[in-house]
């Protein structure tokens, strides 16, 4: 997807929750694909930095629903609504440390609504045949 234009965009303007309990603006940019739609493309970006996060759509999607007692995801994304479910949760960990992000749960409902009328759930893998078929010739020429 790198260098293309995304099928479906959406900015949203979230906070980096701190330790101390404040917060550092951020802009998220979730990026859709059709041509690979199991993912969504998140591209953090703050003052002084910027992080890009592949998230499978499926786990954003389950996120959207979930509650701070059961997040979607278990490993290094974990995503929820907060107690006030105009917001959404989102927990990153990786190899620099972890994260926690606070957003409005709206523009995620509504880019992931997108993506489904375009790639309905559970369609996927027919979208994908042509990429799998190309790799396969890949690996078995190598």
């Known amino acids: 997807m790198a260098g293309s234009v995304p099928d479906v965009r959406e900015?949203?303007?979230?906070?980096l929750v701190l330790s101390d309990a404040s917060v550092l603006?951020?802009?998220?940019?979730?990026?859709?694909?059709?041509?690979?739609?199991?993912t969504v493309r998140v591209e953090f970006t703050?003052?002084?930095s910027s992080c890009t996060w592949l998230i499978g759509r499926e786990l954003l999607a389950q996120g959207i629903l979930a509650d701070p007692s059961?997040?979607?995801?278990?490993?290094?994304?974990?995503?929820?609504r907060d107690e006030d479910p105009a917001f959404l949760l989102m927990a990153l960990s990786g190899v620099e440390g972890d994260a926690?992000?606070?957003?409005?749960?709206?523009?995620?409902?509504?880019f992931i609504s997108a993506t489904t009328a375009l790639v309905?759930?559970?369609s996927?893998?027919?979208r994908m045949e042509d990429?799998?078929?190309?790799?396969?010739v890949t690996l078995l020429d190598a």
């Not at 900015?11 to 906070?15: K, P």
């Open 70 to 80: 059961a997040p979607a995801g278990t490993g290094d994304v974990r995503i929820w």
């Open 124 to 126: 996927e893998s027919s």
């Open 11 to 15: 900015v949203v303007s979230m906070h």
């Open 25 to 38: 603006p951020i802009r998220a940019e979730l990026a859709f694909d059709c041509a690979d739609p199991y």
């Open 100 to 110: 926690l992000l606070a957003g409005p749960a709206e523009p995620f409902a509504r």
């Open 131 to 136: 990429e799998i078929s190309r790799l396969i």
């Open 120 to 122: 309905p759930f559970g």
């Open 46 to 48: 703050g003052t002084h």
